[in-house]
């Protein structure tokens, strides 16, 4: 395989783990949206104390998006979109 054609198939899975990162991200918006809420309403009309008086709802909001957002999650969903992608590949044939 050469230099050039290595390179364009390595860009391709950069640009399908970027966009699987970006649904990744989606859906844990999605799925932690309650918390998000309340971190907003707490941190609203604040500007450096929101640091100490929001600290509980932070926490809460990045536990909940780490079940969403992390390397185990991602590495799934490259596993289902590999399958994806044979089985679609093994219709064409």
């Known amino acids: 395989m ?13 640009k399908v783990e ?3 990162r970006s649904k990744m991200k989606q859906k844990a918006l999605k799925e932690c949206e309650r ?6 309403e707490c941190a609203s009309g604040r500007t450096i104390s929101v640091v100490w008086q929001c600290r ?3 926490n809460e909001l ?5 079940q969403y957002t992390n390397d185990s ?8 979109y590999m ?11």
Do not use: D, F, P
């Open 83 to 93: 399958l994806q992608q044979n089985e679609q590949g093994s219709l064409r044939v």
């Open 56 to 58: 509980k709802q932070a």
């Open 62 to 66: 990045n536990e909940c998006l780490h």
């Open 35 to 40: 918390y998000t809420t309340k971190y907003a």
């Open 2 to 14: 050469g230099y050039v054609q290595e390179a364009r198939e390595n860009h391709v899975k950069k």
């Open 18 to 20: 970027e966009a699987l």
């Open 73 to 80: 999650v991602l590495e799934e969903m490259k596993k289902a």
